[in-house]
């Protein structure tokens, strides 16, 4: 069985190889992203926003004035942004981590006691230069500085005499921390909006070649990032991202590799998150959602026939083509896609139906209420939510899921958990009844290649494959126990019984429920292993990771019990929910079946590792197992790069909030404020 674990660490290096040969990569008609290329002076990126600060360099004697005085503790520095202003000086990550700055963005710096003093501060952290931001004769109350660079900077605010003028002597030291900030896509300006935007398109359109060139050497192109998601997720032995305990970190780990890439592009943008709970509370169908308009990330209901997203400023996003040489999975026309996805379309396709049921009749994407149910739950618990309900249903929406064998659309649109075929056609792959093609020529047509369940697997000593053989198959696999509804004491052979006479029209059974499983059809992007292809990818786990850091902040505050308890709650009737890994090893892949046990994937475990590299500059080569990478991301942690403009802040809510929707607190009651400092 192939360790994908050990193929990650040589992803940048196959590419540079396979990709030259790609010839969706070579586009010279795609203009270079805007002005926003800068260049690196001694380490730090200078934009034009340093002229907001722009001031003589002073060089004392020596640097000891940066040292902490005594007279600090009756002064307080106050640091505050646009942002912060905007919403009545509300600070930023909630006020956990103490003077906190937006890096790349003008930054208020004063003393609460509202004196007028010269101010300096280090020109990188750690580096012991120091700018003078006040003029000599000029001292301030207020000044304004940029931050250019991640990480605790030393801010001084010395004192002058009766002149007006004179140092005194009296310094007054603090540490700014200057982070990268994520907001809601929504409430960034226009102008932060276009930049991110900006940013992101060049992302998709820079090869991982050209990018190195450009932005560094830590660089990883959209397609290095798919196959680590796909190496991940589409492994046949069992998913080593999802469905278990790993969902939250592996998440935040990719989104994390695709900030740092992102911002070496453009570093004052950031992976901004979208939280989708606001749409049905402002009164939008979840279509109406800013983020399908062309500016932002296109339709979610392409009119052509193939469901491409067609218009916008990402139409005709490519899927990597000839990648067999860069990636060991691929689908069997070579394009970078989960192996049983067989669609031999090479761009980013979404469809609003899934398996003929609109939405998979979902009225909204995951809401306030959903997000509030969880409020004092575990981690296990938690684990399983946002593998579920609390962000799932955003891929299946978006993704989509067409192609089928037999006429299914009555059924399908009257039956509540449409995705169910596409999921049990998994658990079909990953157990060995299903296969796909190993190979497809560019000219064969996809109805001739898509996945079967072979005869010699399904029948071996010739038995015809009737409906009850087939509901037998079907209950080898545990199908009847990963259908939903299961687990509420129905009898789930009666409940499709039903189903088929109901919207059968005599023509459906398990027979055809057999090979349409087997059949597979085509998903969009979102709804398979190959997701990060999609750009909606991006912004939606940043809502999860939000959600998990406020528990943790609620726990500390004593508002909820969160046991953090490394584990997974596994619930019957959920078809991703199986328990089970599959042995493929020294199997053959046209006669063998694989050896399948319940146990835990590995890519799950606390101690596990994780495929990232380099998220963070001391890390280095190093890899975090799930323990350590969780706890890196704590709220609390002063050295995280990043923060969330806000955790507590649920636009969706009423109030703005999940305790009130919760009930753990009246409206008038609903802030809670930190005590940390």
Not at 26 to 54: D, F, N
Not at 378 to 404: K, Q, Y
Not at 505 to 527: A, S, V, W
């Amino acid at each position: 069985m192939v360790d994908h674990h050990v193929e990650l660490m040589t992803l940048n290096d196959e590419f540079r190889t396979a990709e030259e040969a790609s010839p969706l990569l070579r586009r010279p008609e795609i203009p270079a992203p805007k002005p926003y290329r800068w260049r690196a002076l001694s380490g730090v990126v200078v934009l034009s926003l340093l002229a907001l600060s722009a001031a003589p360099v002073w060089k004392p004697a020596s640097s000891a004035h940066l040292a902490a005085d005594s007279s600090s503790a009756a002064e307080e520095l106050r640091v505050s942004g646009a942002y912060e202003r905007a919403r009545g000086k509300k600070p930023l990550g909630d006020g956990l981590v103490p003077r906190l700055a937006q890096v790349f963005k003008p930054t208020q710096l004063e003393l609460a006691s509202g004196k007028r003093v010269h101010w300096f501060v280090e020109s990188a952290p750690g580096q012991g230069d120091e700018v003078q931001l006040t003029a000599r004769d000029q001292p301030a109350a207020a000044v304004e500085h940029t931050f250019t660079a991640v990480g605790k900077h030393t801010v001084v605010a010395r004192e002058v005499g009766a002149d007006g003028v004179t140092f005194t002597g009296a310094a007054h030291s603090f540490t700014a921390n200057a982070k990268v900030v994520r907001y809601d896509l929504r409430d960034l300006s226009e102008s932060d909006r276009a930049v991110y935007f900006e940013a992101l398109h060049a992302f998709y359109v820079t090869s991982q070649t050209e990018g190195e060139k450009l932005y560094g050497a830590t660089y990883k192109s959209i397609f290095v990032l798919v196959k680590i998601h796909i190496y991940g997720a589409a492994d046949q032995s069992c998913d080593h991202w999802h469905d278990d305990a790993g969902i939250l970190t592996h998440h935040v780990g990719i989104t994390w590799a695709f900030e740092n890439s992102l911002r070496s592009i453009n570093p004052a943008t950031a992976a901004h998150y979208w939280d989708y709970s606001r749409e049905e509370y402002e009164g939008l169908e979840w279509y109406q959602s800013p983020v399908f308009n062309d500016q932002w990330f296109g339709t979610n209901a392409p009119s052509n026939k193939d469901h491409v997203v067609d218009t916008g400023r990402f139409a005709y996003t490519p899927v990597m083509a000839d990648a067999r040489e860069f990636s060991s999975i691929t689908n069997p026309y070579g394009l970078l896609r989960t192996p049983w996805n067989t669609s031999p379309v090479p761009y980013v396709m979404r469809n609003n139906e899934t398996f003929f049921h609109f939405a998979d009749d979902y009225s909204a994407f995951p809401s306030c209420s959903d997000f509030a149910t969880y409020l004092g739950s575990d981690f296990a618990t938690v684990s399983e939510a946002v593998d579920g309900v609390l962000h799932g249903p955003v891929h299946i929406m978006i993704g989509g899921h067409w192609d089928s064998a037999f006429d299914w659309k009555k059924l399908g649109q009257n039956f509540m958990n449409s995705e169910t075929f596409i999921l049990l056609s998994k658990v079909m792959w990953r157990e060995g009844f299903a296969r796909h093609p190993e190979y497809c020529s560019a000219d064969t047509p996809h109805s001739e290649c898509m996945p079967t369940c072979p005869a010699s697997i399904i029948s071996p000593n010739g038995e015809e494959v009737t409906d009850d053989y087939a509901h037998g198959i079907l209950d080898k696999v545990n199908v009847f126990k990963l259908t939903p509804g299961s687990d509420d004491g129905e009898d789930v052979t009666a409940f499709w019984l039903k189903l088929f006479e109901l919207y059968g029209d005599g023509e459906l059974g398990f027979k055809e429920m057999l090979q349409e499983i087997c059949h597979m059809g085509t998903p969009g992007e979102m709804l398979t292993s190959a997701a990060p292809q999609d750009p909606l990818f991006w912004p939606v786990h940043g809502n999860s990771e939000r959600f998990v850091q406020y528990l943790r902040v609620l726990k500390e505050e004593k508002v909820v019990d969160f046991d953090e308890t490394w584990g997974y709650v596994f619930t019957t009737g959920a078809p991703g929910n199986t328990g089970r890994v599959c042995d493929w090893s020294n199997v053959d892949v046209i006669t063998d079946m694989p050896n399948c046990t319940f146990a835990t994937c590995p890519g799950h475990k606390a101690d596990d590792l994780m495929p990232f590299t380099h998220l963070y500059p001391e890390q280095g080569e190093k890899l975090l197992s799930n323990a350590e990478f969780y706890a890196m991301i704590s709220p609390y942690n002063e050295d995280l790069p990043y923060v969330y403009d806000s955790m507590s802040t649920w636009k969706g809510c009423p109030e703005e909030s999940l305790l009130v929707e919760a009930g753990l607190v009246p409206a008038s009651a609903s802030k809670v404020k930190s005590t940390k400092k």
